[in-house]
């Protein structure tokens, strides 16, 4: 079964506004470490953000926070005043405590139009 | 720049052959992950080591085989290449085992082409 959902293959979005990527997992632990990470064109995979899931505030990172609907096993990411530097795959992630590797979304395709 | 550092950045080698790929982790980490990205299979978990004992296996096929030395940098080596092997290989490493909370910082990858 999938544990990690990224619903959204491609987006466009203008320059300037917020734009938020989806992501929904599965997991029956209940110790688990969402992440988001950005891979730019050139090819290398950045970490942008965590959320934990006994956390109990949002986690933000400068434009970067993340939506963290326990109940509806959804992490989605908001970047805000989006840049043409954004214009990237963005990939979510899921680390259960049961389990050592990162667990994989396919991916969205993010397109910032200037 | 996350502190992972891998070489070589791009590998083009024959089918059949054998390559070894280097990754040092960031100053103070211990675990070491390997993983694969291609475009048909996305992201793979392949293996792990914390502090030179192989933690967890992923989707690590026989031919490939990894490790990591006393002075923590890891070696992934792969033999026998196939064309299907083409892809990019990504070291990340993280400061504890096993925690969920551990997040992975990743190098900038290895790309290999199999010709």
């Known amino acids: 079964a999938q544990k990690i959902t990224q619903t959204q293959p491609g987006m466009f979005v203008q320059e300037k506004e917020a734009v938020t990527l989806d992501c929904t997992y599965d997991t029956s632990d209940p110790s688990y470490g969402l992440f988001w990470y950005k891979q730019p064109s050139s090819g290398e995979m950045i970490f942008l953000i965590y959320?934990?899931?006994?956390d109990q505030q949002n986690a933000t990172e400068g434009r970067y926070s993340l939506n963290f609907q326990k109940a509806r096993k959804s992490a989605n990411l908001v970047i805000s005043a989006s840049q043409l530097g954004d214009s990237a795959m963005y990939f979510c992630?899921?680390?259960?405590?049961?389990?050592?590797?990162?667990?994989w979304g396919a991916g969205t395709k993010l397109i910032i139009k200037p | 720049d996350s502190g992972v550092t891998q070489t070589p950045k791009h590998l083009i080698t024959a089918t059949g052959q054998r390559v070894t790929l280097r990754c040092s982790p960031r100053?103070?980490?211990?675990?070491v992950y390997w993983y694969q990205q291609s475009l048909d299979q996305g992201l793979q978990f392949l293996i792990q080591y914390y502090n030179g004992e192989e933690r967890a296996k992923g989707n690590i096929l026989e031919r490939f085989s990894a490790q990591q030395f006393p002075d923590l940098h890891s070696e992934l080596n792969l033999s026998s290449l196939e064309l299907g092997d083409s892809a990019l290989y990504f070291c990340a490493s993280s400061g504890g085992p096993h925690r969920a909370t551990d997040t992975q910082y990743f190098g900038p990858g290895t790309r290999l082409t199999v010709l």
């Open positions: 100053s103070g980490d211990l675990s």
């Open positions: 959320q934990g899931s006994y």
């Open positions: 992630a899921m680390r259960e405590r049961s389990n050592y590797q990162l667990i």
